[in-house]
């Protein structure tokens, strides 16, 4: 690719996929997690941090501040640039372009046709790059080409692996934020587009982890849910020594039973990587043994293949030119249920252990089924034929840098979005976009009872028409931040954050933030104070859809 005149600065960050050369860059206990074992990564590169080298003091200003470079901080940023206004995209960690660049490629859509705006010609600009009108399961550098592609058409400049140290405010605004290398950026507007809030959490806006009782919002899929989906289909002993009790508990599982459904906890949905894995022999890495391995993970997985549960495959999903988008599927796959609990609010270096965790598992997941005997022969002979692409996420030899954060703090605002939001029972009317996903939990916890294993926390209704985003839940309560938007981390209770936590959903709300903003600094007022009928006629012209109609 062609550098572009407004993105000359040296130093272009090692992990960011090679699709991006040319872009301006510059440089508490976790649950039922146990002290993480140190390992060596397959890759220098494969971290979530990676602490300063050095401490450099600089100060940048900028209209408008964006951190987190996500989907969601990608299309704000690319969209404030078009309206002619200065903005810094500051990354945390070394990967750009969050869950749509690091393996989602089998686009979790709803329905297409409640997707518009800058998120629609992400995927529009995707089909290009095939030679197709759209294409919604891409591969992963692809989907880095194009955002490379939009970003370059821009002024925006990109700091990658800058880490949040500090959020000053003058009252109830947000005047700067500082990294750990000694980067300091004042801006008029910022935007939080990280999974987790973090720059929220700063700046002291209120915020939950976990799942909320029903009795909380008059819900009934919230909380503690023992379900059927992605549960264990025939019993499987959770003992160490098959029977005996007194052996203790294989790894992950709780001895505590789950309470009622609908109670209130501090669980969280699992996360997992989605891994892009290829078919084609010559573009196959071998799935690799990592440093830590522990068979004893792999146990209860061996017991559950020696009932006959041959479902391993299911959710191997196909995506352009021979390869896999792979995602957890069945009762034991590659969700590490009940290690994540401690992300949401842990530091830094607590992160990066959570990650090598999960690396570790997961790596060690493929490699067990690939080649321990204990895995049935036709099942080891079946994951014998794919593998980590050559072609893909080269940095790391082909493993996602992006650990899929499925859920961390959740914003608590004017408007919280519900289950009666998405069952369309209640209608916001200051609409920003559309959701239009099935109300999806992961499972949170794994625990016994009556001598067998169960898996608690997995929902999955849908059904529903696509239903309206608040703008208030994008934006905090006025006393708490002026001029902050948390367009990923928006205000919804669990079970309605498990329907609108789509990457292309998070692209929606980026753009319309953008636009709020745009609008609050021409006339020098709170975000929110912005005037909805204006915003919702720059809404429009920008062709967002904010409003379901049966075609």
């Not at 909380?223 to 160490?240: L, N, S, W």
């Not at 293949?305 to 030119?321: M, R, S």
């Not at 082909?398 to 959740?410: C, D, F, I, K």
Request: contains cysteine.
């Amino acid at each position: 690719m062609k550098q572009g005149r407004s993105w000359k600065r040296s130093g272009l960050w090692l992990a960011l996929s090679t699709s991006l050369t040319g872009i301006a860059t510059a440089q508490e206990t976790p649950g039922a997690l146990k002290e993480a074992v140190v390992t060596t990564p397959i890759s220098k590169n494969l971290h979530y941090y990676f602490p300063p080298e050095k401490v450099v003091k600089r100060t940048l200003d900028a209209d408008v501040c964006i951190y987190g470079g996500t989907s969601c901080g990608i299309i704000a940023a690319v969209q404030l640039s078009r309206l002619g206004r200065k903005v810094v995209l500051i990354e945390p960690s070394a990967h750009l372009g969050g869950m749509t660049t690091g393996g989602l490629s089998n686009t979790d859509i709803g329905n297409k046709a409640a997707i518009g705006g800058l998120s629609r010609e992400f995927y529009h600009r995707v089909g290009q790059k095939y030679w197709e009108e759209e294409e919604w399961r891409f591969e992963p550098h692809i989907a880095s080409e194009v955002y490379a592609d939009m970003l370059k058409e821009t002024t925006v400049t990109v700091y990658p692996k800058e880490y949040l140290h500090g959020v000053h405010k003058q009252g109830n605004r947000i005047t700067s934020l500082s990294t750990e290398s000694g980067l300091t950026v004042q801006a008029h507007c910022f935007i939080d587009a990280t999974y987790e809030g973090d720059l929220m959490a700063r700046a002291k806006v209120r915020s939950f982890v976990g799942r909320e009782s029903n009795t909380v919002y008059g819900e009934t899929l919230n909380g503690v849910q023992v379900r059927d989906k992605h549960q264990f289909d025939t019993a499987v002993d959770p003992y160490v020594r098959e029977g005996d009790p007194a052996s203790g508990l294989l790894p992950t599982i709780n001895a505590t039973p789950a309470a009622p459904n609908g109670t209130g906890d501090k669980r969280i949905q699992a996360y997992n990587f989605r891994l892009c894995m290829a078919t084609a022999a010559e573009n196959r890495l071998p799935f690799p043994k990592p440093t830590g391995y522990d068979p004893a993970q792999y146990t209860l997985l061996a017991r559950y293949l020696a009932t006959g549960w041959n479902q391993v495959f299911q959710k191997f999903d196909p995506i352009k030119n021979l390869k896999t988008d792979t995602n957890n599927h069945g009762g034991l796959s590659t969700d590490f249920i009940g290690q994540n609990y401690a992300w949401p609010e842990a530091d830094y270096r607590t992160r990066e252990k959570i990650f090598q965790a999960h690396v570790v598992y997961q790596q060690g997941w493929a490699w067990f089924l690939a080649n321990d005997p204990a895995v049935p022969e036709a099942i080891r002979t079946k994951m014998n034929t794919f593998g980590l692409c050559r072609d893909e996420f080269p940095e790391t030899e082909g493993w996602s840098p992006q650990l899929y954060v499925r859920e961390a703090r959740r914003m608590v605002s004017d408007y919280v979005m519900t289950e009666a939001n998405c069952r369309g029972t209640r209608t916001a009317e200051d609409s920003v976009g559309l959701a239009a996903y099935t109300m999806d939990s992961h499972n949170c916890q794994r625990f016994a009872r009556d001598g067998r294993v169960w898996n608690e926390g997995d929902v999955q209704v849908g059904g529903m028409p696509p239903y309206p985003i608040s703008y208030r839940a994008i934006v905090p309560k006025t006393a708490e931040c002026a001029n902050l938007f948390v367009p990923v981390c928006l205000a919804a209770s669990h079970i309605a954050y498990g329907s609108i936590r789509m990457e292309p959903v998070f692209m929606i709300l980026g753009q319309s933030a953008a636009l709020a903003a745009d609008i609050a600094l021409t006339d020098n007022i709170a975000v929110q104070e912005v005037d909805y009928q204006k915003l919702r006629a720059r809404l429009e012209a920008a062709h967002q859809i904010l409003e379901w109609k049966k075609p």
